[in-house]
């Protein structure tokens, strides 16, 4: 069954007092779905939209954002994302850019200065709990507006500047889904079990972690967002053997010392979005006795195209920690040269991917962005980005590099580098660190000469950061990755600072 035939099977027969989403402790039912659901649909067929027509979210993690995305999917049209994370000039910017014939959002989203303005002639649509009602009519804009065969266009994160759209077609969107939760039970709508989701909506991880276990016919709690307290009351609550993490909220868990037996059903965690040091992998398996399987994916592959899964990570991961894990069935890896060459096993390269996931089909190479080598047993190593590389005067920096240099001094936890713009030499790297919780640094100008001596004796010169700064935090994007835009703003303040004085 494809997606959108699951989904329309949902919303037709689901039991209106079936429990689908968890939200503040508090059930809302399929019932509650198919309210947004008859509304919205009625709204959009009354107004002329035909199969595909674009229809833009601002999303916010609540139950009836998830309603709109399971009746976009059901009834053949197309969801574009906008983020309700953002400040609201930024998501002005989005909805004008996106050019959209109608917008969904909550009366809080809506009432941002600008948001209203920036629509022009689009329709516009309060989203409650009990569905949508029009607040502004449609203008010039033609509702014919459409993309046949997609599914979502989703933003990508942002981290290293404006966020990208990304295209996902019915395809690709029904094998990502299918790939990573079971089929749709055949003699019954629904499964036992709770789905924990604390990413963002607006991110592939929290898109995927609500609209997979209800595919699935599971049932999800949803979280504005991760807070230590209320997530381990639903753990405690909800018993889940799997969920997911960033790394990010794993640092958390340990830093603050939650008690393995609130954890005790947990058997594995999955994480993604950023690279998970393997020490805290193993700090994980040794506090809590629970695996942390890392994910491998990016959002023009519709979600993960590597991974770990606990039995490989029993065998494993003693000989490759570190590792992105093996290619998902249906999916094939390989390092190819500049010229698309494959340059086989135990070589680096730039990393090209083959799937039915990808937006150029399943018989094409796909080359990404990523420094890669594949090992004799399959396994995936990501070294880096090659459009990360930072070119100072001639010679490539790689970030990572750096950034691995820095976080081995005890007190840093966290390292983060940057391209500067410069003159001069183009670019030159500068860095920020976020400090672990028990270290105890009175001066940081001192922290940040002992950093720049350990770079000046481990890195060539031209690797060496002109400026670090000590943040309390790094700057993060909603999906939790350090967002390179905001690192070089506070990285350029100090640096301002550091000359006045």
């Given at each position: 069954m494809d997606s959108r035939s699951r989904f329309r099977q949902l919303l037709d027969e689901a039991p209106t007092d079936a429990e689908a989403i968890e939200f503040e402790e508090q059930w809302r039912?399929?019932?509650?779905?198919?309210?947004?659901?008859?509304?919205?649909?009625?709204?959009?067929?009354?107004?002329?939209?035909?199969?595909?027509?674009?229809?833009?979210?601002?999303?916010?993690?609540?139950?009836?954002?998830?309603?709109?995305?399971?009746?976009?999917?059901?009834?053949?049209?197309?969801?574009?994302?906008?983020?309700?994370?953002?400040p609201p000039r930024r998501l002005s910017h989005d909805i004008q850019r996106a050019e959209l014939p109608v917008v969904v959002g909550t009366r809080v989203a809506l009432a941002g200065e600008g948001v209203m303005e920036?629509?022009?002639?689009?329709?516009?649509?309060?989203?409650?709990?009990?569905?949508?009602?029009?607040?502004?009519?449609?203008?010039?804009?033609?509702?014919s507006d459409s993309s046949p065969g997609v599914i979502v266009e989703m933003l990508t994160s942002g981290t290293t500047g404006p966020p990208?759209?990304?295209?996902?077609?019915?395809?690709?969107?029904?094998?990502?889904?299918?790939?990573?939760?079971?089929?749709?039970?055949?003699?019954?709508?629904?499964?036992?079990?709770?789905?924990?989701?604390?990413?963002?909506?607006?991110?592939?991880?929290?898109?995927?972690?609500?609209?997979?276990?209800?595919?699935?016919?599971?049932?999800?709690?949803?979280m504005r967002k991760f807070e230590l307290e209320p997530w381990v009351r639903a753990v405690e609550r909800h018993r889940p053997r799997a969920t997911g993490l960033v790394p990010a909220l794993l640092r958390t868990i340990l830093t603050e010392k939650v008690p393995a037996e609130k954890l005790r059903s947990i058997e594995v965690v999955t994480t993604g979005t950023t690279a998970c040091p393997p020490e805290m992998i193993d700090q994980f398996l040794e506090v809590y006795g629970i695996r942390v399987l890392p994910t491998y994916g990016a959002t023009e592959f519709a979600g993960a195209v590597a991974y770990w899964t606990k039995t490989m990570h029993e065998k494993w991961?003693?000989?490759?920690?570190?590792?992105?894990?093996?290619?998902?069935?249906?999916?094939?890896?390989?390092?190819?040269?500049?010229?698309?060459?494959?340059?086989?096993?135990?070589?680096?390269?730039?990393?090209?991917?083959?799937?039915?996931?990808?937006?150029?089909?399943?018989?094409?190479?796909?080359?990404t962005s990523d420094l890669a080598m594949?090992?004799?047993?399959?396994?995936?190593?990501?070294?880096?980005?090659?459009?990360?590389?930072?070119?100072?005067?001639?010679?490539?920096?790689?970030?990572?590099?750096?950034?691995?240099?820095?976080?081995s001094h005890p007190a840093v936890g966290e390292a983060a580098v940057a391209p500067l713009p410069d003159d001069r030499l183009g670019?030159?790297?500068?860095?920020?660190?976020?400090?672990?919780?028990?270290?105890?640094?009175?001066?940081?100008?001192?922290?940040?000469?002992?950093?720049?001596?350990?770079?000046?004796?481990?890195?060539?010169?031209?690797?060496?950061?002109?400026?670090?700064s000590v943040l309390p935090e790094l700057p993060r994007t909603p999906s939790s990755k350090v967002s390179r835009v905001e690192l070089l703003e506070s990285v350029a303040r100090d640096m301002k600072r550091a000359i006045a004085v």
């Open positions: 039912t399929w019932g509650d779905l198919q309210s947004i659901d008859r509304t919205l649909d009625a709204w959009l067929t009354a107004n002329g939209f035909p199969d595909g027509a674009r229809v833009g979210i601002v999303l916010e993690n609540r139950p009836e954002h998830v309603g709109v995305l399971v009746s976009l999917i059901a009834r053949n049209r197309c969801i574009v994302t906008l983020s309700g994370l953002q920036a629509v022009g002639d689009a329709a516009v649509l309060e989203l409650s709990v009990d569905g949508v009602r029009e607040v502004k009519g449609l203008g010039e804009v033609r509702p990208k759209r990304v295209l996902i077609r019915e395809r690709q969107f029904d094998t990502a889904i299918t790939s990573s939760v079971p089929a749709p039970p055949t003699d019954t709508l629904f499964r036992r079990g709770v789905t924990m989701v604390v990413t963002p909506l607006v991110h592939i991880g929290g898109f995927w972690g609500a609209l997979g276990p209800l595919y699935a016919g599971r049932r999800v709690c949803l991961w003693t000989s490759k920690a570190g590792s992105a894990g093996r290619a998902i069935p249906g999916v094939t890896l390989r390092v190819a040269d500049d010229d698309g060459v494959d340059l086989g096993q135990g070589r680096s390269g730039r990393l090209e991917i083959r799937t039915a996931q990808s937006p150029v089909g399943p018989d094409e190479w796909l080359r594949i090992d004799a047993d399959g396994f995936l190593w990501i070294q880096g980005r090659a459009d990360d590389a930072i070119v100072r005067g001639g010679f490539k920096v790689h970030p990572d590099t750096v950034r691995k240099v820095l976080e670019q030159v790297p500068v860095a920020a660190v976020e400090l672990t919780d028990d270290a105890v640094v009175d001066d940081p100008s001192e922290l940040v000469k002992e950093l720049l001596v350990r770079c000046r004796e481990q890195l060539l010169p031209y690797e060496v950061p002109v400026h670090v």
